[in-house]
């Protein structure tokens, strides 16, 4: 299974809590934690985290986007839990808009795990449908591939998820009940489950909650 959680609303979690706005990065980063583990407790083989977007990088104040390099740098941090549960680290993303220590981090850990096998986490930062999908004509265009033998499936090769299955399920956090053009590509027979917790809130129960409501589903996938 790939599940794929959009985060949303940690700022939100902090002001109901009367905490800096900047407080939520740690509370981010530290419930993301919890629910890789989770998910790897419970056999998932794909999970992909939303954990910035392109937009974010251009429209955030300088103060909040220097905790968000910081928390990108944190991955490394993470690298001891993902050897020790065999966790493969990949990323989807335009990488070179990051600094370049930042950069560095990511490409060590996902040096380091390339070889784990039990699950695969994916981090999507600075990520947008719209850039993905630029990137990708140009990918085509550069390369030597007959636009005639063109098609949906051929396509699939140059966008940053082409070693990835489509999603299963996706989840969106604090009932934004939209998809903010995440990964549109791949989703076209995708299940949505929209929890009403923030995402620090989100939890093993709601975690169960989503998995149970993908479970009843009767996947058609256009037939």
Same mark, same amino acid.
């Given at each position: 299974?790939?599940?794929?959680?959009?985060?949303?609303?940690? #700022? #939100?979690?902090?002001?109901? #809590?009367?905490? /800096? !706005?900047?407080?939520?990065?740690?509370?981010?980063? +530290?419930?993301?934690?919890?629910?890789?583990?989770?998910?790897?407790?419970?056999?998932?083989?794909?999970? !992909?985290?939303?954990?910035?977007? %392109?937009?974010?990088?251009? @429209?955030?104040?300088?103060?909040?986007?220097?905790?968000?390099?910081?928390?990108?740098?944190?991955?490394? $941090?993470?690298?001891?839990?993902?050897?020790? &549960?065999?966790?493969?680290?990949? !990323?989807?993303?335009?990488?070179?808009?990051? /600094?370049?220590?930042?950069?560095?981090?990511?490409? %060590?850990? @996902?040096?380091? =795990?390339?070889?784990?096998?039990?699950? !695969?986490?994916?981090?999507?930062?600075?990520?947008?449908?719209? +850039?993905?999908?630029? #990137?990708?004509?140009?990918?085509?265009? &550069?390369?030597?591939? $007959?636009?005639?033998?063109?098609?949906?499936?051929?396509?699939? %090769?140059?966008?940053? *998820?082409?070693?990835? /299955?489509? /999603?299963?399920?996706?989840?969106? =956090?604090?009932?934004?009940?939209?998809?903010?053009?995440?990964?549109?590509? +791949?989703?076209?027979?995708?299940?949505?489950?929209?929890?009403? %917790?923030?995402?620090? +809130?989100?939890?093993? *129960?709601?975690?169960?909650?989503?998995? &149970?409501?993908? &479970?009843?589903?009767?996947?058609?996938?256009?037939?």
């Amino acid at each position: 299974m790939h599940l794929w959680i959009i985060m949303d609303w940690n #700022r #939100r979690w902090a002001k109901k #809590r009367l905490l /800096p !706005t900047l407080a939520w990065h740690k509370a981010w980063f +530290d419930n993301a934690q919890k629910i890789i583990e989770l998910a790897n407790d419970k056999w998932l083989k794909y999970l !992909t985290l939303w954990a910035l977007s %392109k937009e974010n990088l251009v @429209k955030r104040e300088q103060d909040e986007l220097s905790w968000i390099i910081k928390m990108i740098e944190k991955l490394e $941090d993470l690298l001891p839990k993902l050897q020790k &549960n065999n966790i493969k680290f990949e !990323t989807i993303w335009d990488i070179e808009k990051l /600094p370049t220590k930042s950069q560095e981090v990511i490409k %060590k850990v @996902k040096l380091e =795990t390339k070889n784990n096998l039990w699950m !695969t986490l994916i981090v999507a930062m600075v990520y947008s449908w719209q +850039d993905e999908i630029i #990137r990708a004509i140009k990918k085509f265009l &550069n390369s030597w591939d $007959d636009i005639n033998n063109l098609d949906e499936k051929s396509f699939k %090769k140059y966008l940053d *998820t082409a070693l990835f /299955p489509s /999603p299963d399920l996706i989840i969106r =956090t604090w009932w934004e009940i939209r998809h903010s053009g995440f990964l549109l590509y +791949d989703s076209d027979y995708s299940e949505y489950y929209f929890s009403d %917790k923030l995402w620090p +809130d989100f939890d093993e *129960t709601e975690l169960d909650n989503a998995l &149970n409501f993908f &479970n009843k589903r009767e996947r058609r996938f256009g037939k």
